[in-house]
């Protein structure tokens, strides 16, 4: 990043860098041997780092890159921080309504907000700190680790004697080679959250979960967004309902969603980004934003000397214990799993643990792994989709509740969305998606039902403060006992009632 010129948040970002990868700081004498030495400080490398210290464990920790990983520093905590701005500036755009809302406030609008992104990235990166590892008695180092053997790990010219070793090195940025994007330019995630002034327009190629979220706030900052993706409708991996419920919003919104396109070329005509699609039609932008997926970083650790087997796509390849091809050696995180988020960073993390240093059995089988994209409105998905119980062959009942039917919905006005689980034998409850406002906190009863094997008919007997959303509970339990009332119950309720009248 330029450093050298002032822009928004500047000053946030000086001493953001200084937690997470200060530049004067000298790595500490290692010790003689140690219980683990982990190689990654993003969460998962964190977690377990910091835990095994606090179980008395002797860590090293080595970070060639910044303290925090993708989430802290260009991932969880900067986009929610701009998704957080971008609800402002459509709120104040909102007041505007009825008056003349000048474009020239757009530009204002978009440094305040990343000014503040680049605050709250400061403020949260002192958790993630150096100082705060090596005050836990982490011994951290910083630089690019190399396996020498499975027991020694180099660190520039310092050599690390260790037990058991962790692989938590992440993952980067995909990025197709469409014809002329290297020659033209582009940002991805990891550097989007660098852009000092405001593009016109932009072209956000992949409508994923950070797709969709960037191109709604850049949209709402004041910037024109084109949302472009090969897939036939955004949020591919989601419900159908659930991607057509998000485009609707997008599109009442002003982001101009592409999707079923395929990108021939990309070019520069002055100081135009043109990108060319199969069937001729093109498009000028100011800037490009690639929003692919993710690649995991498996490149310079010379695993191969070590045993350890890696797949391009997948990265470290670990048996369900996270234990690698070498026994002494194991993987968590974004490295080695293919659900790429935080909360199952820290999840596996806390498996590692407790197999690399205490021969425990804990294992990821069964893991139960919500995810959500953070659009307004929220897109919650835990489990099954219809698409994967049908390929399965699992019989399923679909309940749902929208919000619109919700007592506290209409008196907030937020009767965008619904909530669905899918029901299988017994109750048991498959899968669930939920769209609307904080759906990421809605669906954590569904996760725990979930993840502790209670059916939906341990909804019924749950209470809920009226009026409130989580009201949706109930109903949906509701919902499916009148379901499964078959005609012959029905019948037995009739003749009962009419014995007893």
């Not at 327009?201 to 709604?216: F, K, M, N, R, T």
């Not at 999840?347 to 069964?366: C, E, P, S, Y």
Request: proline letters at 5%; charged letters at 25%; a neutral charge.
């Amino acid at each position: 990043m330029d450093i050298n010129h002032d822009y928004p948040g500047k000053e946030f970002d000086d001493q953001w860098k200084e937690f997470v990868f200060p530049q004067n700081y000298t790595n500490p004498k290692p010790k003689d041997r140690y219980h683990l030495v982990v190689i990654g400080a993003g969460p998962a490398g964190l977690i377990t780092s910091i835990a095994a210290a606090g179980l008395g464990a002797k860590v090293a920790l080595v970070e060639r890159h910044a303290m925090g990983g993708d989430c802290l520093n260009v991932g969880c905590v900067p986009s929610k921080a701009l998704i957080h701005q971008g609800k402002i500036a459509k709120s104040i755009k909102s007041e505007l309504f009825g008056q003349s809302h000048k474009k020239d406030l757009d530009p204002l609008i978009f440094s305040q907000a990343m000014s503040w992104l680049r605050e709250v990235r400061f403020e949260i990166a002192e958790h993630d700190s150096v100082k705060r590892y090596t005050e836990a008695g982490v011994d951290v180092f910083l630089g690019e680790a190399k396996f020498i053997d499975e027991t020694h790990i180099a660190v520039g010219d310092i050599t690390l004697n260790t037990k058991k070793s962790v692989i938590c090195t992440g993952a980067r940025a995909s990025v197709i080679p469409f014809k002329g994007l290297e020659e033209t330019g582009y940002l991805t995630n990891e550097n989007v959250f660098d852009m000092k002034e405001q593009p016109e327009s932009i072209a956000l190629i992949g409508a994923g979960a950070i797709g969709c979220e960037l191109a709604q706030a850049l949209n709402r900052l004041g910037s024109k967004v084109h949302l472009l993706d090969a897939a036939p409708r955004i949020l591919p991996r989601e419900e159908p309902e659930a991607s057509e419920a998000l485009t609707k919003i997008l599109t009442l919104e002003g982001v101009l969603v592409n999707t079923g396109v395929m990108i021939d070329k990309i070019s520069k005509e002055g100081d135009n980004k043109i990108i060319t699609f199969s069937d001729g039609e093109t498009i000028a932008v100011d800037e490009i934003v690639c929003a692919l997926g993710r690649l995991p970083n498996i490149e310079g650790l010379d695993l191969d000397k070590v045993g350890v087997e890696t797949d391009p796509r997948i990265g470290v390849v670990v048996n369900n214990k996270l234990q690698t091809a070498n026994p002494k050696i194991y993987a968590a995180g974004d490295i080695c799993f293919p659900y790429k988020f935080t909360h199952t960073a820290d999840a596996q993390a806390r498996i590692v643990i407790q197999n690399a240093l205490f021969k425990g059995r804990a294992k990821t089988d069964g893991l139960v792994i919500p995810w959500c994209t953070y659009t307004d409105p929220e897109v919650a998905h835990v489990g099954l989709t219809k698409e994967e119980a049908k390929k399965q062959e699992i019989k399923f009942d679909e309940i749902s509740v929208p919000w619109a039917d919700l007592d506290r919905s209409k008196t907030d006005n937020k009767l965008v969305g619904y909530a669905e689980v899918l029901v299988g034998k017994k109750g048991k409850i498959l899968g669930a998606t939920i769209v609307g406002d904080s759906a990421g906190e809605m669906i954590a009863p569904i996760v725990v039902l979930m993840s502790n094997n209670l059916g939906i008919s341990a909804l019924g007997k749950s209470i809920m403060p009226y009026p409130t959303r989580s009201e949706y509970l109930r109903r949906l339990a509701d919902a499916y006992n009148r379901k499964k009332l078959t005609p012959f119950v029905i019948k037995v309720f009739k003749l009962w009632f009419w014995l007893t009248g």
